[in-house]
């Protein structure tokens, strides 16, 4: 077996030993650099393979050979050509841990022509750039030009890639990549550990690599080391999603307002009906009533529900005795359920708050002021008014996102079975998988959304005021029958496409504007 191929994926099993700190890493590494263990600077100009078969002290034939010995030890029936069959074969072969696998990528990273199969030339294409996209990052990161990567100068690629790392878990890294145990990295063991890596070789990808395979490193005390989901780019992805989330609601803010004023109708109405009767009271700007508390919730909203799914997840699974990367279709369901709850539970009073604006029609269609509007909820219905329908609004969370993660992993696999021909779905069919099952949950546990609409909007000390959850349903029930319970689903339906749409659509973007991709 190629040395490079089994050295890419070697776990390295079992504990490692004690790690030095950086310091001490350091000066083996400036040791290691006198004693010839680091190559000569390269020449300046634009990376060739000159210089890659430079830092690997091969030649052309001696590269060729290597290379046609990797193929020839995937393609072990000597068929002369790889398919994703013998790939994951050969992974398997090669004792890659689950978590590690890139066989579908690594596929479509050499199928250059979308056939589903890989012959040599293909094959050594991968490798050419790939291996000059290791040389590159490389020199990149050796910033002293002596042909080898010290510990200290791999910890500020990773801080200034927004990653934290403290000394042990830079120890660990470093020990990993280190084939001969001398404190540095050459470029022959920086290639060796990433050369089946397909994806791009960020500073950032290349971390995360190694953070799976480092779950594989501790064996039996397998557990994610103190620090390494630290990522200071948490907070960035968070604005992107904010961002992406804000720009959604305000888009599709005019239907959400139709929606809830259908929903709080007791009458029988129209979509048009409800139409002209915002446009009569507030012109265009009345269909974007409320739609800035909309957008103030989607930070806290998301930041909250994000932290508590991560500490949901790490006690639901400490508390069966096993690791958090064992996590289960059945754990994340609970785990995001949970999180939506409490995520939900939060934001609450700002959702009643909203309703009540959208919904509020006082004399000369004059729109009190948030401040002033929180403060009558208050002083004339007391602080558990800003929870009237917070019941059915949890009810229908688990059941809704239980729909929606059984429907979407159905249409997935539907979509790749006879639509893609067993290749994995692109982000486009995800998105329209995620469109139509989160519009079939929605209408599943709409009937929950529009009891919660209907306390939330009706003052507690009124005279006609519900008396709970049961008292909406059975009054909805006798006077306007089973339709009642699905007033607004036209709108809140046409809203789904767009809202996903745009979400996607703005969120890839700022993750491009933040440096995130």
């Not at 959850?469 to 789904?496: A, C």
């Amino acid at each position: 077996m190629p040395g490079a191929a089994a050295h890419a994926v070697d776990p390295r099993g079992g504990a490692p030993p004690p790690a030095p700190p950086v310091a001490a890493a350091a000066s083996a590494a400036t040791a290691g650099a006198g004693a010839g263990g680091c190559e000569p600077p390269r020449k300046a100009g634009p990376v060739t393979m000159e210089h890659v078969l430079l830092a690997l002290h091969e030649t052309e034939a001696e590269r060729e050979e290597r290379i046609r010995g990797m193929f020839g030890f995937f393609d072990a029936a000597g068929r002369g050509q790889l398919d994703y069959a013998q790939i994951e074969a050969g992974l398997a072969a090669l004792q890659v841990p689950a978590e590690c696998k890139y066989a579908r990528e690594l596929l479509r990273a050499c199928d250059r022509d979308r056939d589903g199969r890989v012959g040599y030339d293909d094959f050594r294409r991968y490798m050419d750039d790939k291996e000059l996209e290791l040389y590159r990052i490389f020199q990149a990161i050796d910033v002293e030009h002596n042909g080898c990567i010290l510990p200290e100068e791999l910890w500020d690629a990773l801080v200034k890639a927004g990653i934290e790392i403290n000394d042990e878990e830079l120890a660990r890294f470093v020990e990993h990549v280190d084939k001969d145990n001398n404190g540095i990295i050459t470029f022959e063991e920086w290639r060796d550990f990433l050369l089946l890596y397909p994806n791009e070789a960020t500073i950032e990808n290349i971390y995360h690599h190694w953070e799976r395979v480092c779950l594989v490193d501790i064996g039996e005390q397998a557990v994610i080391p103190e620090g390494i989901s630290k990522h200071v780019n948490a907070s960035k992805y968070l604005i992107a999603g904010g961002i992406a989330g804000a720009a959604s609601r305000t888009a599709t803010a005019p239907l959400d307002r139709l929606k809830v004023i259908m929903q709080v109708q007791t009458t029988r109405t129209t979509v048009m009906h409800a139409v002209k009767d915002i446009w009569a009271k507030g012109g265009m700007l009345g269909f974007f009533r409320g739609n800035g508390l909309n957008v103030v919730k989607v930070a806290p909203e998301s930041a909250i529900r994000f932290y508590a799914y991560e500490m949901l997840k790490e006690y639901i699974m400490k508390s069966k005795g096993e690791n958090k990367s064992d996590v289960g279709a059945s754990e994340r369901l609970v785990a995001g359920g949970l999180a939506g709850a409490v995520a939900q539970t939060a934001i609450y009073p700002i959702d009643l708050v909203k309703t009540r604006l959208q919904t509020y029609s006082g004399e000369g269609g004059k729109v009190p002021r948030i401040g002033a509007l929180s403060r009558d909820i208050w002083m004339h219905e007391g602080p558990r008014a800003f929870y009237r329908g917070l019941v059915p609004s949890l009810l229908g969370i688990v059941p809704y996102a239980g729909i929606d993660l059984a429907v979407y992993e159905t249409l997935k696999d539907v979509s790749k079975t006879y639509i893609l021909k067993d290749s994995d779905p692109g982000p486009l069919v995800q998105l329209g998988c995620g469109t139509v099952s989160g519009a079939l949950g929605a209408t599943c546990v709409y009937p929950l959304q529009v009891i919660r609409t209907r306390l939330q909007a009706q003052q507690a000390n009124s005279e006609a005021a519900y008396r709970g959850m049961s008292d909406v349903f059975w009054r909805t029930l006798q006077h306007e029958g089973i339709s009642g319970f699905y007033k607004g689903i036209l709108p809140n339906l046409l809203k789904v496409v767009p809202a996903a749409s745009i979400t996607y659509l703005v969120y890839e973007a700022m993750k491009k504007n933040l440096s995130l991709d």
